[in-house]
């Protein structure tokens, strides 16, 4: 056990930094431009589209390669907009906000809004908790080079992506009982992951390509596995101090690159996320400007690039670490 996780949620210290903003400051971060929400939603589904298309009109194994990356990456960048609608900043109307994150967000990646609403709340208000629903996700790291490496072939091979497929299934028809048995949220999850996926196949087919939506299908198996678990190590793993909210989560400083692959929708402000989580994703980036600008972040638990990252996830001593061990496949929602 994580000596981490013995903090009581109301020892958790937070400093008012708050006061280095204005009430107006903090309204402008907090307010939504609908047009903006839209434009994310469209474009994850336009790099969708066009890297099926890539496909459809030069197949080759490089534009199959990079088509399974880039969809990949969309399948998260759509499980990263369902995360805003469940805090109502993804679109001021709320029930916009939950149409959209629900059948445009949520389903298509065989998740479901509403559950995940309430699951979500738990984590922010025991952050670093025993009581911390995400903890298993972070508690496993670091490790060594070699169990990362592990890691990256079980998801980039399927075999992550097959044991979650396989645990959801089971769970979605009522195979498994308990905690991890089925709700109301897992039957809406599978009927939409249904007819979302129903609906992209069908929408293939009548432009003659149903043979593309198996890219989506590898891709959520393999690439989508992958950044899944690279965004989970970035966000809360290998932290300094569980009662600090500046040490607690981590921010990533995304290249373009990056961004396109590993971190879409601004996700690698997280940091800026737990300070204030009703601040849609694009102004985070302003607001890890102004944060920096006025001191508030020296000291904080903020990475130059993924490939920090991952060193520091895989510095753990050689030979301490045993394969197959810290799988993420089970959690109730991995992709967050």
């Known amino acids: 056990m994580s000596p981490y996780t013995t903090a009581p949620a109301e020892r958790l210290q937070s400093w008012n930094w708050r006061q280095t903003f204005s009430k107006r400051e903090l309204a402008s971060l907090r307010e939504m431009e609908d047009w903006r929400s839209w434009a ?5 589904w336009g790099i969708v589209f066009a890297a099926m298309a890539s496909v459809a009109v030069w197949p080759n194994p490089l534009s199959i390669l990079l088509a399974l990356f880039l969809i990949g990456a969309r399948q998260l960048g759509l499980a ?4 805003e609608a469940s805090h109502f900043a993804l679109f001021s109307d709320k029930r916009t906000n939950d149409r959209v994150g629900t059948w445009l967000c949520a389903y298509p990646v065989w998740s479901d809004l509403l559950a995940y609403r309430k699951y979500h709340m738990g984590h922010h208000a025991r952050t670093w ?7 298993a996700l972070a508690t496993p790291f670091p490790v060594t080079r070699e169990s990362l490496r592990r890691k990256i072939w079980r998801d980039l091979s399927g075999q992550t992506g097959w044991k979650r497929v396989k645990f959801t299934l089971q769970r979605d028809l009522g195979l498994r009982k308990g905690k991890m048995g089925r709700t109301d949220g897992t039957a809406r999850a599978f009927r939409g992951m249904l007819v979302s996926n129903g609906v992209l196949l069908g929408g293939l087919a009548l432009v003659g390509h149903a043979e593309l939506y ?5 891709a959520f198996l393999t ?5 899944t678990r690279i965004r989970a190590i970035a966000e809360h793993s290998m932290i300094t101090d569980p009662s600090s909210p500046f040490q607690n989560t981590r921010t990533t400083l995304a290249s373009p690159v990056e961004r396109l692959f590993i971190a879409p929708n601004r996700v690698n402000y997280h940091l800026e996320h737990h300070l204030l989580m009703t601040v849609p994703h694009y102004k985070l980036a302003k607001m890890h400007g102004l944060l920096e600008e006025r001191g508030v972040l020296d000291g904080a638990n903020v990475a130059r690039g993924y490939r920090e990252v991952l060193q520091l996830a895989s510095s753990k001593g050689r030979g301490r670490d045993a394969p197959g061990a810290h799988t993420s496949a089970e959690h109730p929602y991995p992709f967050m």
């Open 223 to 227: 690439t989508n596995m992958l950044v």
């Open 40 to 44: 994310s939603v469209l474009l994850d």
């Open 80 to 83: 990263v907009l369902m995360h």
């Open 129 to 135: 908790t025993r009581d911390d629903p995400d903890l």
């Open 214 to 218: 198996l890219l989506w299908v590898v």
